[in-house]
């Protein structure tokens, strides 16, 4: 049996409905040549349970169960085990639209010097409008995140960067790996249409990383580990990040001049003055 062009990469942690919302959008997918490997890493939520039992039966899928040690580690079981030539990481709450694989492995089949493809993602569950990534370059990288994990990508590039750093537990595998990638100078192309779709919930992880006190290690920590870069780089990406801050902050300003938000506001403050004691 020949090796498929693309192997799909699937880390599962109690995903429970969602899981089937993924697994359901690599079976549409109008290119057909690929192989989806699912790792469960260690799930004890019984639909979750049900719904891997299932997919173990399709055509194309390897489910592997291992205990708990995180998405990154479970990626990387997923890539040692995938035999692919092009790598599409693709988590277990988000889905693609059918077109994904064929509008982007067209990429890279067709440019030599492109080593990454991303897609705009549209953002649904807990934060709704479209995310148009990229650049795919530093500095913009280093200031912040500028790509969702869902890319397409040369297999090799995971050999060369060392695959995803496990330490990064809570959140950033994913910046850290595309840092190491833009870092050896790989180019990347954009295709500007709405491919992947990216879910947020009250478990997502990335709630999570922004508690008090995490987001500040988990950026710590990649100054620390890409730090020639950091400093080859430093006041251009120090001026994204306030730009980035100047232009959250703007955001914040208008949505507060609204009137409907004024008109909140006012509410809020004469609730609160009527359960004064």
């Known amino acids: 049996m020949s090796d498929p062009v693309v192997s799909i990469v699937t880390p599962v942690l109690d995903a429970g409905r969602d899981l089937s919302d993924a697994l359901g959008s690599v079976a549409a997918q109008t290119f ?6 699912v790792v469960d890493d260690g799930s004890t939520d019984a639909e979750t349970i049900r719904i891997l039992e299932r997919a173990r039966t399709r055509p194309g899928v390897t ?3 291992t205990d708990n040690r995180g998405p990154a580690a479970a990626r990387n079981l997923a890539i040692e085990r995938a035999r692919g030539r092009y790598v599409l990481p693709l988590d277990a709450d988000d889905h693609l639209a059918p077109g994904f694989l064929a509008k982007t492995v067209a990429v890279l089949d067709g440019q030599p010097d492109v080593g990454v493809v991303h897609t705009w993602v549209a953002l649904v569950g807990g934060h709704q409008g479209v995310w148009k990534t990229g650049p795919f370059q530093l ?17 090799g590039l995971w050999s060369d960067v060392g695959g995803f750093d496990s330490r990064y537990v809570e959140s950033a595998e994913d910046w850290d790996f595309w840092i190491g990638v833009a870092g050896r100078g790989t180019r990347a192309a954009c295709v500007p249409e709405v491919l992947a779709y990216y879910r947020r919930t009250a478990h997502s992880r990335e709630r999570a990383a922004r508690a008090p006190g995490v987001s500040g290690k988990l950026m710590r920590q990649l100054a620390e580990k890409h730090r020639a870069l950091y400093e080859a780089h430093l006041p251009d990406a120090l001026g994204l990040v306030y730009d980035e801050l100047a232009r ?8 507060y001049a609204h009137p409907a938000a004024r008109l909140a506001l006012r509410l809020r403050d004469a609730v609160r003055k009527r359960d004064e004691p």
Do not use: G, K, M, N
């Not at 057909?32 to 490997?37: A, K, N």
């Not at 200031?143 to 297999?155: E, I, K, M």
């Not at 959250?248 to 949505?255: A, G, K, M, P």
């Open 32 to 37: 057909t040549d690929w192989e989806h490997v």
């Open 248 to 255: 959250v902050s703007d955001t914040l300003e208008r949505i």
């Open 139 to 155: 500095p913009a990288l280093l200031a912040r995140c500028t790509v969702h994990v869902t890319c397409l990508f040369r297999r």
């Open 63 to 65: 489910v592997i169960r």
